[in-house]
């Protein structure tokens, strides 16, 4: 079933895929938990943007803003921490080109 996916990402054993989906949940759940007190450090809570149009559409994108560098950077410490960092970093590492960056 994941045949597919294995290959395309190189993947050698099951175990490893299934490290490489739980780092996966882990930083994506992290980088919400860590998001939120961020925001709050600055002061920004979705009260701020109450009075604007659209303003809790507004506080949501910058909420996603806030969490994408977030989760880049625990994605590469999550998987260290799970020896799985040569594949995270190169897969950081393919998504920071394809936004334009050289890596």
């Keep these: 079933m994941f045949k597919k ?7 050698k054993s099951n175990f490893q895929f299934l490290i490489i989906f739980i780092v996966f949940g882990i930083t994506g759940s992290a980088s919400v938990f860590v998001g939120k007190p ?3 450090f600055f002061s ?4 701020l943007f109450s009075d604007i149009p659209f303003g809790n559409v507004l506080y949501f994108i910058l909420r996603l803003v806030v969490i994408f560098p977030i989760y880049q950077v625990l994605l590469v410490v999550f998987g260290a921490m799970f020896f799985q960092f040569n594949f995270f970093w190169e897969f950081e ?3 920071l080109r394809k936004m334009g960056f050289r890596v």
Excluded: C, E, T, Y
């Design 5 to 11: 996916l294995k290959d395309k990402w190189g993947v």
């Design 38 to 40: 961020l925001l709050n």
């Design 44 to 47: 920004i809570s979705p009260n």
């Design 93 to 95: 590492k393919k998504i």
